[in-house]
């Protein structure tokens, strides 16, 4: 064997092995990307269904059963004699179920005013990333609130309709950092039966909330409501909450002050009379726990 | 001499060629199951992207973490916000080398038994792992099957102590991948 031919031998030995330690600094998955990049939907703006009274742009998933318990107490101001309102309560309990993906129903009743509300919430549009960029949630509430005490009156005419509320809400939200959220909630609320002629049936009310999250599993929270007629200034207030989630597996704790005590949608608009000012703050917590069916 | 040279050049060739042989899948199945005392825990990602070269050994793989689907939406939401931390750390990846690939004939039909050793990266950290798995050669497909076993602290995947009983500290992974020759 010559020694040109062992150079040419040793060169084609070589060579792929050359090709081969190329190969290796670069992946091999490189050669099989994706051209198509797939529509990433943006998940769990908040940990709960609610930002705190209200609803939130958070949805539950298809088949989940949501028990909901909220609680507020009665205001710290009451001082010591009241156990700083802790002697004082206002319940509601509630259903909220999935059938599918994008829609929620639910059922609740509160004691204040005996109460039963119920809810349809459709999520029309869900923020994504990818392929399809959105930069918000569009979510569509439509409730009903119903008193169930005895009417005021009993003398003159009193019809079933008279106990109905109707609020409609388009929430708008995002996910802006995937620990911070904010949403919008314009909500109409239209009462059937008002207390006097010259109230409105109709009131227009924005809400804003957003969280901001702590640990993976805590979130600072706050929400504010801001109805803009029928109510009487300086004795209907905004009502403020803030408070903190707590994930811990299938629960949601919720733990906020608020001078809120109406526990839906027409009560927390139009029976909020406390104010933050005068230390009129009621602790509260919202328990939700969450069922696979 | 000559002749000599042809057959170098003619076997160099040739396996230059099989060097070049890669197989690929962009729908591959990746599961995990943990058995905890409350509850067991299973998700399937159909979608796990690999790739293995069949001259070198050298394999790698990618799934997004989203993609992992659970039976429960909740668990499905908690895996990725508070576990794995998705939207931080997108996709999970291992790139490694099928070690005894020279025992494995691809162009003949069969089951090999394979080790494969690499890098696993899972939640941003990564780790040695080596498993053991079969290469299945069918028809100039070839299925990929390995099960091995992940501890979740490998990861820095935090179990809360409120659900340590509900969570398992390992994970099994299972993996069956049909994997087509890439043209």
């Known amino acids: ?293 | 001499m000559k002749k000599v040279l042809a057959i170098v050049v003619i076997v160099m060739m040739s396996s230059s060629l099989t060097f070049a042989q890669k197989y690929f899948t962009k729908n591959g199945n990746v599961t995990f199951f943990s058995k905890a005392p409350l509850e067991d825990i299973k998700a399937v990602n159909k979608k796990a992207v690999c790739v293995i070269d069949a001259g070198t050994g050298a394999m790698e793989f990618a799934v997004l973490m989203k993609a992992f689907e659970f039976e429960k939406a909740l668990m499905q939401e908690h895996f990725n916000e508070n576990y794995v931390e998705s939207d931080t750390y997108p996709k999970g990846a291992f790139k490694g080398k099928i070690t005894n690939v020279s025992s494995v004939n691809f162009t003949t039909d069969g089951s090999y038994p394979v080790t494969i050793a690499g890098k696993m990266t899972i939640h941003g950290i990564t780790k040695d792992v080596t498993a053991k798995g079969s290469i299945v050669v069918a028809g100039g497909k070839i299925n990929g099957i390995s099960e091995f076993t992940l501890l979740v602290a490998d990861y820095d995947i935090e179990i809360p102590s409120v659900v340590k009983d509900k969570i398992s500290k390992s994970i099994k992974i299972t993996v069956n991948v049909w994997l087509e020759p890439k043209s």
Request: net charge neutral; aromatic share 10%; with cysteine.
């Open chain 1, 1 to 293: 064997m010559n020694s040109r031919l062992s150079i040419v031998i040793i060169a084609l030995l070589i060579c792929p092995l050359t090709n081969i330690l190329r190969a290796q600094e670069t992946s091999l998955l490189d050669e099989v990307k994706d051209s198509v990049v797939e529509t990433q939907y943006v998940t769990a703006a908040f940990k709960s269904t609610r930002v705190i009274d209200g609803q939130s742009i958070e949805m539950l998933g298809k088949g989940s059963l949501d028990f909901r318990i909220l609680h507020r107490f009665g205001p710290i101001s009451g001082g010591v004699d009241n156990l700083f309102g802790l002697d004082q309560s206002y319940v509601r309990f509630g259903f909220d179920y999935a059938p599918v993906n994008d829609l929620l129903v639910g059922i609740g009743r509160s004691s204040t005013k005996k109460e039963i509300d119920g809810f349809v919430k459709f999520r029309l549009l869900q923020q994504s990333r990818g392929a399809t960029v959105l930069p918000f949630s569009l979510v569509l509430v439509a409730g009903a609130v119903v008193n169930t005490l005895p009417f005021n009156d009993p003398t003159i005419p009193n019809y079933f309709t008279s106990r109905l509320n109707y609020f409609f809400q388009p929430l708008i939200g995002s996910k802006l950092t995937d620990a911070i959220s904010v949403q919008l909630s314009p909500t109409f609320l239209h009462r059937n039966l008002v207390a006097l002629s010259t109230d409105p049936n109709d009131i227009f009310a924005l809400g804003i909330g957003g969280r901001i999250k702590i640990t993976s599993r805590i979130a600072f929270m706050v929400e504010y409501f801001h109805p803009f007629n029928g109510l009487v200034k300086g004795v209907n207030q905004d009502p403020l909450s803030i408070g903190f989630d707590i994930e811990t597996g299938g629960h949601v704790f919720q733990l906020h002050l608020t001078n809120a005590s109406g526990l839906n949608e027409r009560a927390f608009l139009t029976d909020t009379f406390n104010k933050w000012a005068k230390g009129e703050i009621q602790f509260g917590f919202n328990i939700s726990r969450v069922f696979q069916l």
